[in-house]
């Protein structure tokens, strides 16, 4: 069955950088898109950023473009999210999904892995 | 300005019907998801491509897409669809890329 499990989350200084990993298995890696979905407490969910399968397509939301890097690692099955420059405001537990890439939804999703920003 | 709009709350009787709107501000047509969120759990798609139920979803559980107004509606509702229901789209072209509603809180009196 399909499996995404986060790790890597915790709590960093504002200005830190903290990289996130999502593990998955029970699916041909390659052939799907994934992404990261963020909610900050008590708020609704938010996306973050998607990678395609052969990671040559990579988008960002513009809350983070140009702090946050997506990347997969094809030997270990996973994707990974590099936050730079961090903010009180990426505060949130963050989501590892599946997406799918012909009607663009999240099939799948990791149980989440809360990244605390704070001083 | 590219933007889903939700209703905060609606709220049923076991055993009634719900509907929940997400109403679509955002230029072409678009496919439209949904997915339920329980306290403290990750979300779950329920409904995909306007009115598709991924496998282990209940049929009482149905969504349509007319105009620029997407419905989830929940039949013979349960306790246990008390739940925040999020709507999602893809905003091809536009920023950003994918687009949550602000969410629904489901409450089941």
């Known amino acids: 069955q399909v499996q995404l499990v986060e790790s890597g989350g915790g709590p960093v200084n504002p200005g830190g950088s903290l990289r996130l990993s999502c593990a998955t298995s029970g699916f041909a890696f390659r052939d799907f898109y994934m992404g990261w979905v963020r909610q900050a407490p008590g708020k609704g969910l938010e996306w973050v950023s998607y990678?395609?399968?052969?990671?040559?397509?990579?988008y960002y939301s513009s809350s983070v473009r140009g702090r946050f890097t997506i990347s997969r690692d094809y030997g270990r099955n996973s994707v990974d999210l590099q936050m730079s420059s961090l903010r009180a405001e990426d505060t949130a537990v963050y989501f590892c999904?599946?997406?799918?890439?012909?009607?663009?939804?999240?099939?799948?999703w990791g149980q989440g892995a809360q990244v605390t920003v704070s001083s | 300005s590219n933007v889903l709009t939700q209703p905060p709350s609606v709220s049923v009787a076991p055993g009634g019907s719900a509907t929940i709107t997400c109403v679509i501000d955002?230029?072409?047509?678009?496919?439209v998801h949904w997915y339920q969120q329980k306290p403290g759990q990750a979300p779950l798609l329920v409904m995909y491509y306007d009115s598709d139920r991924p496998s282990g979803i209940p049929e009482r559980f149905s969504g349509s897409n007319s105009g620029n107004t997407a419905t989830l509606t929940i039949r013979r509702v349960e306790a246990g669809d008390e739940a925040d229901y999020y709507c999602q789209v893809r905003n091809y072209g536009g920023d950003p890329d994918v687009i949550f509603g602000g969410g629904t809180k489901l409450t089941v009196l």
């Open positions: 990678i395609s399968g052969s990671s040559v397509d990579k």
């Open positions: 955002i230029v072409g047509g678009k496919s």
């Open positions: 999904a599946r997406l799918r890439a012909n009607y663009y939804y999240f099939d799948y």
